[in-house]
Nanobody, 122 residues
Framework: VQLQASGGGLVQAGGSLRLSCAAS????????MAWFRQAPGREREFAAH????????SYADSVKGRFTISRDNAKNMVYLQMNILKPEDTAVYYC????????????????WGQGTLVTVSS
């Protein structure tokens, strides 16, 4: 299983970015997918997850209302639309996959991408 995240970059506060994650995995539609992030000097934290069908999503309080997770099972892709970005959103963003249903516990995710850096300037 390979997960390839992309779309990171430098953006000003208030701006938007869209992250993408391409999954090389059989039966992609059976996995819960998620985005986690790790800021410099901090532990990795949950950002958002989406159920196998895309019908259920969940967000960390810190991103709720600003970020939207989505998936395209026909293309084996998951996305994170990030709006109204803040300097505190600066982090390496990782996509992850699990066979567990709708969990925000990173320890239960089996597969991880390499991460993509998002930097938000003030």
């Amino acid at each position: 299983v390979q997960l390839q995240a992309s779309g990171g970059g430098l953006v000003q506060a208030g701006g938007s970015l869209r992250l993408s994650c391409a999954a090389s995995v059989s039966f992609f539609s059976t996995y819960t997918m998620a985005w986690f992030r790790q800021a410099p000097g901090r532990e990795r934290e949950f950002a958002a997850h989406i159920s196998w069908s895309g019908g259920s999503t969940s967000y960390a309080d810190s991103v709720k209302g600003r970020f939207t997770i989505s998936r395209d099972n026909a293309k084996n892709m998951v996305y994170l639309q990030m709006n109204i970005l803040k300097p505190e959103d600066t982090a390496v963003y990782y996509c992850a996959a699990t066979t567990f249903a709708r969990t925000s516990n990173g320890r239960l995710y089996h597969y991880w991408g390499q991460g993509t850096l998002v930097t938000v300037s003030s």
